[in-house]
């Protein structure tokens, strides 16, 4: 079982940034999108942004040009970097790992997610 686990998160103020750390484990097999996902009081779980195990990246609209999802596939760590936060970013962001395996059903792996909070 892969189990996942997120650092990171905090209280910051518009227009900080923060740099969200989520480490799998090293002996995950079949590892392959992984991504940020968060979810807002009240509010249904968006998807932030992924990446490829060959480093294609997509990004939510609302937070192109500020925020970057990186990941390192020996550690089986992913990160997010987020710059110039706002308000309306505050959530509790959860990290996902997708296990593709072939001739498997494809599963997706959770964190238990990391408060970030941006004060105006």
């Not at 650092?7 to 227009?15: D, E, F, H, K, R």
């Not at 999802?69 to 089986?76: S, W």
């Not at 970013?89 to 408060?115: H, I, K, L, M, S």
Request: aromatic content about 10%; hydrophobic content about 30%; proline content about 2%.
């Amino acid at each position: 079982q892969v189990h996942l686990v997120e650092s990171g998160g905090g209280l910051v103020q518009a227009g900080g940034s923060l740099r969200l750390s989520c480490a799998g484990s090293v002996d995950a097999i079949c590892i392959s999108i992984v991504g940020w996902y968060r979810q807002a009081p009240g509010k249904e779980r968006e998807l932030v942004a992924t990446i490829t195990a060959g480093g294609s990246t997509k990004y939510a609209d609302s937070v192109k040009g500020r925020f970057t999802i990186t990941r390192d596939n020996a550690k089986n760590t992913q990160y997010l970097q987020m710059d110039g936060l706002k308000p309306e970013d505050t959530a509790v962001y959860y990290c996902n790992q997708r296990r593709t395996c072939p001739g498997e059903y494809e599963y997706d792996y959770w964190g238990r997610g990391t408060q970030v909070t941006v004060s105006s």
